[in-house]
């Protein structure tokens, strides 16, 4: 089976990242791992941290798993981001939003038994 082992995540500005993606979900960051170019989250599995960029890239689209997508939305838009309408599935509840900085992912919210 083929499982994420690593990702990053473009930011314009891994200050406001930081900022954005700590309140959210509470995460904290690894400062030994980290440089003036690279933020790595504190504890991930899979391993996983931001790369500052001069220009916006296109990459992946992320899906993270969360047991609440309608109020992590109220979240991210307290937050300073965007988010559409959850909406429902057979294997769950998803949302797309963007964090304060104009970066796409989206929150799922499994069904029982996913």
């Known amino acids: ?3 994420l082992g690593y990702f ?4 314009l500005d891994l200050d406001k990242a930081r900022a954005f993606y700590g309140a959210l979900f509470g995460w904290t960051f690894d400062e030994a791992s980290s440089g003036p170019a690279y933020l790595h989250v504190a504890n991930s ?4 941290g ?7 890239k296109d990459f992946p689209h992320l899906y993270f798993r969360v047991d609440d ?20 599935t057979k294997s769950g509840v998803t949302a ?4 304060d900085q104009g970066v796409s992912f989206s ?4 069904a029982a038994g996913y």
Do not use: H, Y
């Open 1 to 3: 089976m083929i499982q």
């Open 8 to 11: 990053t995540i473009d930011t």
């Open 45 to 48: 599995d899979p391993a996983f």
């Open 50 to 56: 931001f790369t500052k960029v001069e220009r916006a």
């Open 69 to 88: 997508v309608a109020g992590l939305c109220e979240r991210v838009t307290a937050l300073g981001g965007k988010a559409a309408v959850p909406s429902e």
């Open 96 to 99: 797309v939003v963007e964090d």
């Open 107 to 110: 929150l799922w919210q499994p």
